[in-house]
């Protein structure tokens, strides 16, 4: 059973300062996503990694940035956090070339940004 | 410029009846579509999904139908039970792609 973890489920923090969200898989999965969801918005993409050292930008990275230094971790960093990143953040995973096939998702972080 | 379009935030459906969400796509590139479903506080969980090949996959009171020409799936749940009472998300995703684009999703309300 493919399990997503992330490291906190709710995460107060002031502006400016830097937030690191950590998320873990153990299925040995080589793609790893982040995305934050807003009402209205649904979801939306940041930054995914096909690989170890690999990052690409997804739809919204203005203000992210990521690392992937071990292929089951995948970690998002916000360097000055702000207000308007206040929002549900979710980590999910899946196999190389599994085009359309499934994501699995964590619980996500709460991120309340003051 | 949204490629999978969720036209209705939310949606009401009396229990024991069919609840019928719909999706629309712009991308004719896209062959494989999914249905998320998540709860307040928790991560998406899959549903179903269909392959462009087909236009049609049943999971127990889950089905979801593709029409291609028109770019346009729906999903439909019989019955409706008030567990289904959450957010369904529609996604897709092009062969040459490990991405999945999602649409913004629909707020289903199964009413007692």
């Known amino acids: 059973d493919v399990k997503v973890t992330q490291s906190s489920r709710y995460l107060v923090k002031r502006t400016g300062e830097k937030v690191f969200l950590e998320c873990v898989q153990d299925m040995d999965h080589e793609n790893m996503f982040w995305y934050r969801q807003d009402p209205g918005l649904g979801l939306r993409l940041i930054y995914f990694?096909?690989?170890?050292?690999?990052?690409e930008k997804g739809d919204i990275p203005e203000g992210y940035s990521v690392s992937r230094e071990k292929k089951e971790r995948f970690s998002l960093i916000l360097e000055s956090a702000s207000t308007n990143q206040t929002s549900m953040y979710l980590c999910a995973s899946s196999l190389m070339g599994s085009s359309g096939g499934e994501q699995f998702f964590g619980p996500g972080t709460r991120l309340t940004v003051l | 410029d949204q490629q999978v379009k969720q036209n209705s935030p939310s949606l009401s459906v009396q229990e024991g009846r069919i609840s019928i969400l719909n999706c629309d796509y712009t991308n004719s590139m896209f062959d494989y579509f999914l249905w998320y479903k998540k709860y307040p506080a928790e991560g998406p969980t899959f549903l179903i999904s269909i392959s462009s090949i087909k236009d049609k996959n049943e999971d127990g009171r889950f089905t979801v139908f593709l029409n291609k020409s028109a770019k346009h799936l729906s999903l439909h749940i019989v019955p409706s039970q008030p567990g289904d009472s959450a957010v369904y998300f529609c996604?897709?995703?092009?062969?040459?792609?490990?991405?999945?684009?999602f649409g913004k999703g629909t707020r289903l309300h199964i009413l007692p």
């Open positions: 996604a897709a995703s092009d062969w040459r792609d490990d991405k999945i684009i």
């Open positions: 990694s096909y690989d170890v050292k690999m990052k």
